[in-house]
């Protein structure tokens, strides 16, 4: 009971690399839909992507940045650039897509923004690929 009120860490590094996992594995997730093509072209007659001259181009690029994104968020590989993606991604379908209801309609998307945010300022974390190949000598 000392640990769960104690203001003190404990098992960060086991913690963020469990979150971080499964984050990465719910974007690939998300972004595994980049290989259905019947439910790519139904993304492209949302009137969000009406505007642009090749929608089917911007719904590709979309699940193709949630489905590397979350390869290497799980990974640990590359872990701040794949948490850019994220964040820009995923703010892009909170505000675009969703029209900026991310406060209750639309949390989903911003609440990966949140997560995607820690791991750009945390980086990957001990139990991660980037610690191995970007380990200092």
Known sequence: MKRIFSPDSWMIQEGLTFIRIITGLLMAYHGWEVFDHAKMEEYAKWESFNSYASPSIMVYIGKGAELIAGVLMTLGLLTRVAALV???????????IGNGRFWYEDQHPFLFVLIGMVYFFAGGGKYSMDSILFKRK
Do not use: Q
């Open 86 to 96: 994220l964040v820009i991604t995923m703010l892009y379908i909170c505000f675009k």
